[in-house]
């Protein structure tokens, strides 16, 4: 069974650093796309970093490009992102997830099917 737990969410000031982490389990890191998701309240959940297996590369989305790092560590079975220079825009709950990830003609598809629990950032101005 795939599992996914997330966590070292707290609160911190504008400014500031956090490191999330998520343990995985339960699959084939060679079978997986892992990426990190949050969602802010009202809102809906936004695709923050993705490892593509295909591509053997990482994805940002342009709201924390350059302030947010994503490391897989095998040997340890977790996923970090190191978020630097936090902004109260960056407050909401983190899921970590993982993806079958399928070529089609146009691109890539991905098929979340796995999530962490979630950890909650709050970011004070």
């Known amino acids: 069974e795939v599992q996914l737990q997330a966590s070292g969410g707290g609160w911190v000031q504008a400014g500031g650093s956090l490191r999330l982490s998520c343990l995985a389990s339960g699959f084939d890191w060679d079978d997986y796309a892992i990426g990190w998701f949050r969602q802010a309240p009202g809102k809906e959940r936004e695709e923050v970093t993705l490892?593509?297996?295909?591509?053997?590369?990482?994805h940002y989305a342009d709201s924390i490009k350059g302030r947010f790092i994503m490391f897989i560590e095998r040997d340890k079975s977790t996923v970090a992102l190191q978020m630097n220079n936090l902004l109260p825009e960056d407050t909401a709950v983190y899921y970590c997830?993982?993806?079958?990830?399928?070529?089609?003609?146009?691109?890539?598809?991905?098929?979340?099917?796995?999530w962490g629990q979630g950890t909650l950032v709050t970011v004070s101005s």
């Open positions: 490892y593509s297996i295909s591509e053997r590369s990482m």
């Open positions: 997830g993982a993806a079958r990830e399928r070529s089609i003609p146009t691109g890539l598809e991905y098929e979340w099917n796995h």
